[in-house]
């Protein structure tokens, strides 16, 4: 059982799925960093409040922190087009990879075709 779980650790999806856990945690604070500090003063100008955080609507004793959600949409939304970005980047990539695989047998798969072409000259 444990040399099982050493093999499906050792996998290459299992590590990058831990490199892109590692670097998205990190990302996210970037992007807090950058609603908080940039995009919330900017949106604060025509606001009139800089910390959107602090935006309540209040009904009798209920308070709807309506701030905070904006804050929350404002970070999916970067971190969505960001992600978006790499995974197109990502795929232009390997559409260029693959063309150029399709485009040039290796010397193996040449060297079996000629071989195929002989034997199919035999018979």
Do not use: C, H
């Not at 990058?16 to 609603?35: E, H, Y």
């Not at 971190?79 to 795929?91: D, E």
Request: positive net charge; hydrophobic residues 50%; proline residues 2%.
């Amino acid at each position: 059982m444990l040399k099982e779980f050493k093999e499906f650790i050792a996998r290459g999806n299992v590590i990058d799925m831990a490199v892109g856990i590692i670097v998205g945690a990190a990302f996210t604070s970037i992007v807090k960093s950058l609603v908080n500090n940039l995009i919330n003063p900017l949106i604060g100008i025509f606001v009139g409040r800089i910390d959107l955080s602090n935006l309540v609507w209040t009904v009798g004793d209920a308070q709807f922190k309506y701030g905070s959600f904006l804050n929350a949409v404002i970070n999916f939304l970067i971190i969505s087009f960001v992600v978006f970005l790499m995974v197109k980047t990502i795929n232009r990539f390997r559409k260029k990879e693959d063309k150029k695989e399709e485009a040039k047998p290796s010397a193996e798969v040449q060297y079996l075709k000629e071989i195929v072409e002989l034997l199919k000259d035999k018979k």
